[in-house]
């Protein structure tokens, strides 16, 4: 079957790495989906205003290419253990397609373009979309499930602190953007974006990801260098270039 | 983009007349998912037993000819309210791609053919499925979401009861299939399958579905005709040729 994208996102987050697992993990990430030409009709959209929530399937184009494995090996697990693709949400999967659940803030029409302005989103910038559908609360959200090994919303291990130059310049940039970016970043990092196998290790290394247009760099810190609070590791973030 | 099926699904529904406009509303409603050959491999479904629910990506095959409309009228606004095709979970739509939740009964192995047994479905029997994702409670079910015209369960407006043929039918499929066949029609016809402007008129009528292999008969009653209980329409099954 041939689909077509019906819209395309357009994210904060500009590269892979940093992307939080699950979109639920880092409400403050944002994007605007904007409508696909054939498919700007406000009429479409009708109705949609009214739901909190919304679902997208897209195409993980990012790693298309690449195509897919039958097994993988979830972060959930340690990146040590196996399991079927079927058994993840991982994006090397046949077909590659995404499936996500975001906060519908709003939408809007600008002469031709309509966007829809969503929260709490996992998708890369230009990822294609390819349906829109409202999330159903008696229908979707199932309290009773059981989520296998990925039962549990994962842990916060992780403690963020900003450098002076840091905390200056997330002021700046939340002036300019209109968005608490030191709240983002620091949702972000608390997640830990590392492979599994960096953690505990590589403690020296200074990481860094693309966030709207700055460059965040930041370090872990052992313990020692500074103070370890509440049995959190503490991930320091250096500067946005 | 191409897609291909990774399985197929064979359903108790066998036309699209009284398929469940929820899969969670007739939670009696079976379907295996048979993977296509190049998904056979055991490997891919690792782990994923230990979900209780899993999403299928499918598409909607039977109306995919027929293509999408801008707006559509949800049986939830009684059929005469239009809301914009993203807006709903209408199966005309772009793409013509699917979203359901199913439980995770059990997966089995015969040979070479590998299958999933699924309950609480809504697909229509040969439907293609392109996707299969694990349930994540922590990530999918969102218990604040706020769903538009579609917020709650619909009511159960209908009591069914059986003809004294019917109920006999029943007992003797029940052995067959292994399947409670009474409180599957149940279930099925308390959610009224009827186009909206159906209701309250054509009492006359003899309605009929096919499921699994039986050609379920039933017609509304008057009140008067028989006693009516608890406020609620009757609706009674005639037979199952």
């Not at 990481?207 to 049995?231: A, F, H, T």
Request: glycine content about 8%; proline content about 6%; hydrophobic content about 40%.
């Amino acid at each position: 079957m041939e689909i077509e994208p019906i819209g395309v996102i357009s994210s904060c987050y500009k590269e892979k790495f940093g992307i939080p697992r699950q979109p639920a993990l880092v409400p403050l990430g944002k994007a605007s989906l904007i409508m696909a030409e054939g498919y700007q009709q406000q009429e479409m959209l009708d109705g949609l205003a009214e739901f909190s929530h919304i679902w997208l399937i897209f195409g993980f184009h990012a790693t298309l290419e690449q195509g897919w494995k039958a097994s993988v090996r979830p972060p959930r697990l340690g990146g040590n253990k196996r399991v079927g693709v079927f058994a993840s949400r991982s994006m090397y999967r046949p077909n590659g397609l995404g499936l996500s659940v975001c906060k519908l803030d709003s939408i809007s029409t600008r002469g031709d373009k309509v966007a829809l302005q969503l929260s709490g989103v996992d998708m890369l910038d230009a990822t294609p979309v390819y349906d829109i559908k409202p999330y159903l609360p008696y229908a979707d959200c199932l309290p009773g499930a059981v989520g296998g090994y990925a039962d549990k919303k994962p842990a916060i291990q992780y403690e963020v602190i900003f450098s002076a130059l840091a905390k200056q310049q997330c002021l700046e940039k939340q002036q300019e953007l209109g968005v608490d970016v030191m709240a983002l970043i620091q949702q972000i990092l608390q997640q830990d974006p590392r492979p599994a196998f960096h953690a505990g290790r590589y403690q020296k290394r200074e990481y860094g990801m693309r966030l709207y247009d700055m460059n965040v760099r930041w370090c872990y810190l052992l313990s020692g260098e500074e103070k370890i609070r509440e049995n959190k590791e503490l991930v320091k973030v250096i500067s946005l270039c």
